[in-house]
């Protein structure tokens, strides 16, 4: 995904972006937990994309990527055809952080105002102009020569019936990334989300997360 990321949406891009800030590079780096992001140093003036290992396995199975923002907009937007894949979802991944550079490079990103009308114009540039789908082509033909299998084949999602069928109250979870994981109890199960207790400094804490967000706690 990070040479994807420089040979295919970078590469013919770069001018551009630095016509809007001289000397702006790119680093790409993989992370070891879910957290997956675009940021910028202006004392560098350098962008930072990381991906998230934890994401990538989350990509590989319906159950777990359906949480996703990168899923509904695939589904919403009508990306790669409105199909919802491993091999969709992370060459999407790819263009969804990118367009986020794009946003920052041409001064649209602001606090509050991240995945704004001029972020999803960025976004929908990349998906039109065929830059998502050689990126797809990219993943799949190095994925091929490393051995790895890189699925094409349509998700089947659950429904969201199945999804809140899949808690109890009483169940131990757990859920969020790194040193910002939290286990807890599920409390309450609601139509979209379920309501846990976490127990944290001696106080205890409600949060509402999002059912596909939510692992067995071991």
């Known amino acids: 995904m990070c040479q994807a990321t420089r040979d295919i949406l970078w590469a013919p891009a770069a001018s551009w972006v630095r016509k809007q800030n001289q000397c702006a590079g790119l680093v ?11 940021r910028y140093d202006p004392r560098k ?8 290992a ?16 990168s899923t509904r907009e695939i589904r919403s937007r009508g990306y790669f055809e409105g199909e919802v894949s491993v091999l969709n979802l992370l060459a999407h991944t790819c263009c969804h952080e990118f367009a986020h550079l794009l946003q920052h ?4 990103r ?19 102009s065929g830059a998502a789908g050689a990126t797809r082509q990219y ?20 429904s969201p019936k199945q999804a809140r069928q899949q808690w109890q109250v009483g169940d131990a979870v757990r859920f969020g990334d790194g040193r910002s994981e939290k286990k807890g109890e599920v409390i309450r199960v609601n139509r979209k989300t379920c309501t846990v207790l976490v127990s944290h ?13 939510l692992s067995p706690a071991a």
């Not at 790409?28 to 675009?38: D, K």
């Not at 602001?110 to 039109?128: K, P, Q």
């Not at 400094?201 to 967000?213: E, F, G, I, K, M």
């Open 105 to 108: 490079s041409a001064g649209q």
């Open 139 to 158: 993943l799949s033909e190095q994925a091929t020569l490393a051995g790895i299998e890189l699925s094409g084949a349509a998700f089947e999602l659950p």
């Open 54 to 69: 934890r994401m990538i396995a989350a990509k590989h199975q319906p159950e777990t990527a359906q949480g996703w923002l």
């Open 28 to 38: 790409l780096r993989v992370g070891s937990g879910q957290a997956t992001y675009h």
């Open 110 to 128: 602001h606090y509050g105002s991240v995945h704004n009308r001029h972020f999803y114009e960025a976004l929908d540039e990349l998906h039109n």
């Open 45 to 52: 003036k350098q962008h930072l994309i990381t991906y998230g």
């Open 201 to 213: 400094q001696s106080r205890l804490l409600r949060y509402r997360v999002p059912l596909q967000l």
